[in-house]
């Protein structure tokens, strides 16, 4: 590989940076809202839930769940399961456009869907990721041509979104 972006800190052992660290946030389709109204989060939390299954190669990430979110914000959870769960953040996004449900989704994954209104964040309950994004790249990959100029790109793609994430949150 010549670049990689990974959840986790940048790589101690080799060449790699810091980029982002996200923040997740409840999100669901406008339509789910509908005759709902949502102004304390246990509201939200009577709504279907959608959960993301992370790999267990991310446990020692502590990746965002809805236990760890109603947890940061002093709730509990009601008794049963998630509406449905997903092994791909992508997927479950795409279940909370089509209105299934809530997802706890990354800003950074979500932005277009919510820039669009194709979700909203009925309240803005955040939780921080445990870790940021990093990249790394290999040696060889600066020395191929637009090598250091796609890193410079990719590292001050990363800054904007640091800089978004803060604006925002």
Avoid at 20 to 27: G, I, L, R, S
Avoid at 51 to 70: C, K, Q
Avoid at 121 to 128: I, T, Y
Avoid at 162 to 167: D, E, S, T, V, W
């Amino acid at each position: 590989w010549d670049f990689r972006m990974d959840f986790g800190p940048p790589p101690a052992d080799g060449p790699g940076a810091e980029l982002f660290t996200d923040v997740a946030v409840p999100a669901c389709a406008p339509s789910l809202l509908e005759g709902r109204p949502i102004s304390t989060p246990e509201d939200l939390l009577v709504l279907p839930r959608l959960r993301i299954g992370w790999s267990a190669r991310y446990d020692r990430f502590e990746p965002p769940s809805w236990e760890a979110w109603a947890g940061r914000h002093g709730l509990v959870l009601p008794p049963g399961a998630p509406a449905m769960s997903f092994a791909l953040t992508a997927s479950a996004i795409d279940a909370a456009v089509a209105g299934q449900g809530v997802v706890l989704g990354q800003r950074a994954m979500m932005q277009e869907e919510l820039l669009t209104g194709r979700l909203v964040v009925p309240l803005d309950l955040p939780l921080p990721l445990s870790e940021p994004y990093a990249l790394r790249w290999s040696r060889a990959a600066l020395e191929k041509p637009g090598g250091a100029g796609l890193r410079d790109w990719l590292l001050a793609r990363g800054r904007q979104e640091a800089a978004r994430l803060r604006k925002d949150g």
